[in-house]
């Protein structure tokens, strides 16, 4: 089930280290940063991949989907989140840090921030609890939703 992002769930984001970008074409980890006091998100999808036209998609921090929006970056800011990425994940291995702060990587920055469910989100939601509420227990992977700080150690 989806909530909504409130500032506060945004904020408690960066003390995650990491996230999932969940969207209609694929869930994939984000490694986060605040910067200037706006948080940001890298990830290796491209951005139609965790967004829809609008650029609405999800969040999942602690097992919950959040509803955020997810906006392309200016270009000249790529340099500057690339410093602050370097500061945040640093005591990571080189070649990590050095995949984060790759140009491929500035391309697929994106700027979070909050925002409402839609009713149609709110009523796919709920059939989704439904369903789940009356269905078969699935099976675990045992892996666990929270990704570690330094993605593949």
Known sequence: MTTTATEKDLGRLPLAGTARLVGPGAS????????DGALY???AAPRSAVVDRRGRGRMRMDGQDHAVVLSEVAPE???LLDDAYRARYGRC???????MVSDDAAAA??????RSLSWGERAADAVAAWRER??????STGRGDAPCPCPGS
């Open 41 to 43: 998100a890298r990830s």
């Open 134 to 139: 009356f269905s078969a227990p699935a099976a």
């Open 93 to 99: 291995r080189p070649e990590q840090v050095d995949a």
């Open 28 to 35: 994939v980890g984000a490694w986060l940063v605040r910067f």
């Open 109 to 114: 920055t994106f700027l979070v921030r909050s």
């Open 77 to 79: 800011m790529h340099e």
